[in-house]
Nanobody
Framework: QVRFVESGGDLVQPGGSLRLSCAASGSIFRIFTMGWFRQAPGNQRELVADITSSGMTNYADSVKGRFTISRDNAKNTVYLQMVSLKPEDTAVYYC????????WGQGTQVTVSS
């Protein structure tokens, strides 16, 4: 069973940057397409970026050009670099397999506010 621990969230001003990390347990991590998701209060959880085992990436239109997903299979870790943050990026951020089939971690809170 793969488990995830997200970190790196913080309170930042609009236009700021953050780098989120997701540490995964389990040696089979490297075969999965991984995704970063977010859930804002009152909203459904949404996929914002995903990355295949070979490094191909996809992004939601709302974050394209501002967020960059990457992975280090040797460290069982997935990253989300976020720049030019907007108040509407405020949410709890989670990682999971792209299909969301593994257990969800606790997430990491990102708050964008002046």
């Amino acid at each position: 069973q793969v488990r995830f621990v997200e970190s790196g969230g913080d309170l930042v001003q609009p236009g700021g940057s953050l780098r989120l990390s997701c540490a995964a347990s389990g040696s089979i991590f490297r075969i999965f397409t991984m995704g970063w998701f977010r859930q804002a209060p009152g909203n459904q959880r949404e996929l914002v970026a995903d990355i295949t085992s070979s490094g191909m990436t996809n992004y939601a239109d709302s974050v394209k050009g501002r967020f960059t997903i990457s992975r280090d299979n040797a460290k069982n870790t997935v990253y989300l670099q976020m720049v030019s943050l907007k108040p509407e990026d405020t949410a709890v951020y989670y990682c999971n397999t792209k299909g969301g089939g593994a257990d969800w971690g606790q997430g990491t809170q990102v708050t964008v506010s002046s």
